[in-house]
T-cell receptor
Framework: DVKVTQSSRYLVKRTGEKVFLECVQDMDHENMFWYRQDPGLGLRLIYFSYDVKMKEKGDIPEGYSVSREKKERFSLILESASTNQTSMYLC???????????FGSGTRLTVV | GDSVTQMEGPVTLSEEAFLTINCTYTATGYPSLFWYVQYPGEGLQLLLKATKADDKGSNKGFEATYRKETTSFHLEKGSVQVSDSAVYFCALSEDTGRRALTFGSGTRLQVQP
């Protein structure tokens, strides 16, 4: 069964901390994505990557960065966590073309 | 830019009732359209998709038809079950340019026995 695995289900961090959210997929997909999900706003795209070492900004990249050193792993980095980054973070991957994504189960991050 | 508009929820239905969740979109090109479902405590799962005008996507009794003339992709099911209670997201993906999914805000469905 194909999988996208996010390293943590729940995370609590302090304001100002550097936070790493990890995502690994086992489907050899080229494309990987990070979204955040907030009530009433749906999913908003933070960053995405079409290849190793390649990244592109999504709709809300401010306060975030990403790393993709290997094809199967796409990391989201909060350089200095703030309370307005408290959210559910969802990672997804897909093959090339207009196919549906496979999502991970999400990481619920709380910044206090 | 691209956008997806869904009806606000929650939608509350009795078991075996007919379901419609409205979705309309704005896109510059010829997008593919998707419905995703999120069950409590889980990530999103692809429910169905349609890649061109007049295509009908279907899965698990759910259907949606890609209507280019009305820029709509409404989700329907003839008889809902309690197990269909979830949040449903409409989404689109352009065939050129960014090609990342743009999602609607989601519609929560609650089915009562």
């Amino acid at each position: 069964d194909v999988k996208v695995t996010q390293s943590s289900r729940y995370l609590v961090k302090r304001t100002g901390e550097k936070v790493f959210l990890e995502c690994v997929q086992d489907m050899d997909h080229e494309n990987m994505f990070w979204y955040r999900q907030d009530p009433g706003l749906g999913l908003r795209l933070i960053y995405f990557s079409y290849d190793v070492k390649m990244k592109e900004k999504g709709d809300i990249p401010e306060g975030y960065s990403v790393s993709r050193e290997k094809k199967e792993r796409f990391s989201l980095i909060l350089e200095s966590a703030s309370t307005n980054q408290t959210s559910m973070y969802l990672c997804a991957s897909s093959p090339p073309g207009t196919y549906g994504y496979t999502f991970g189960s999400g990481t619920r991050l709380t910044v206090v | 830019g691209d956008s997806v508009t869904q009806m606000e929820g929650p939608v509350t239905l009795s078991e075996e009732a007919f379901l419609t969740i409205n979705c309309t979109y704005t896109a510059t090109g010829y997008p593919s359209l998707f419905w995703y479902v999120q069950y409590p405590g889980e990530g999103l799962q692809l429910l169905l998709k349609a890649t061109k005008a007049d295509d009908k996507g279907s899965n698990k009794g759910f259907e949606a038809t890609y209507r280019k003339e009305t820029t709509s992709f409404h989700l329907e099911k003839g008889s809902v079950q309690v197990s269909d209670s979830a949040v449903y997201f409409c989404a689109l993906s352009e065939d050129t340019g960014r090609r990342a999914l743009t999602f609607g805000s989601g519609t929560r469905l609650q089915v009562q026995p």
